[in-house]
């Protein structure tokens, strides 16, 4: 467990469309977040390695700062019983509110409404604890899909032959199904000539095997769908190996750093993605955690929108990194999600 001691510092003057506006100080704001230095949250991990789950962590921290509160992270490493172990640590602590960040339904259940009967304020991201008393976070799955698709439309036309990497049972992997098997049943001359994927480690490298596989009994494939960017790694290598990187467009889901240079190498085959920053998703949960406390309602489901990110526009901005990424994309640096007038904005 890492402890982190937040304490609040009002915001400067920020411009606005040229006017300068004063920030919202700690007394304009709703109780608790008047003395916001009292306040204590606590994230409760699962997952923690890799780009999405460092950039998640900081937009966590960066709101929990932002905001004056005491943030206190519990990262369980994947260890289901630790993960609801740690609920009850933070229950023990006497934490205001709890935001927790995956897990197993089984395991954080019962955890989850512990700390409801317990008085304390939780939301969820990526993990379904069946708890109407607790808001989901989410990417819009849906809509990650949708855009990755239509860009595929448009690059494509409406007929060509597809290969589609999809593991059944993860349920962000389920919902972007829902949206693959519309466009299907919307644009009959998409054939999918190939369903293949596997989650065994390391993902991409094992994907790659198995598109190797595929890539030579369907030598006619013009497009992979590949919606998790661990898939499109595994997919891209194989299509690099094959020499068909002219020959076959790949669309994906997520972005990070490494993403960003795979899809900008020259002739790459990785052509486009959809994502959402995880920075954004962690500020997005401190947000909605932070409304329950003040006493305002986020909404059962709390959901972040997308951004459409091609190979295209990562050359023509030059962008290289997650950072340049967030600064030459506004709409990938915020979302304007549960952001009431009182809320500071730590992208400000």
Known sequence: MSITRRTFSALGLAAA?????????????????????DVQIALVRYLSTGDFFQAYLAGVESQAKALGVDLRVLDSRQDAALQADMVDQAIALGVDGIIIQHGLTESMKEAAQRAVDAGIKVVAFDVNVENHAIPQIEQSDRDLARLALEQAIEDNGEAWKAAYVYVAGIAPLDRRDETWREFKERYSGIEEVAMFGTLDNPIANSVANQARSV??????????FAPYDEFAKGVKIAVDEAGLSSDIKIYSADISTADISAMREPGSAWVATAATNPAVVGQVSVRALAMMLAGEEPGASVIVPPTLITQAELNDSDIKNMEELSAKMPQFNHADVAMPAWMPNPNE
């Open 17 to 37: 469309t040229g006017i300068f506006a004063l920030p919202v100080l700690a007394q304009d704001r709703p109780a608790p977040f008047d003395n916001a230095a």
């Open 215 to 224: 890539l030579t009994a369907n030598p006619g494939i013009q497009v992979v």
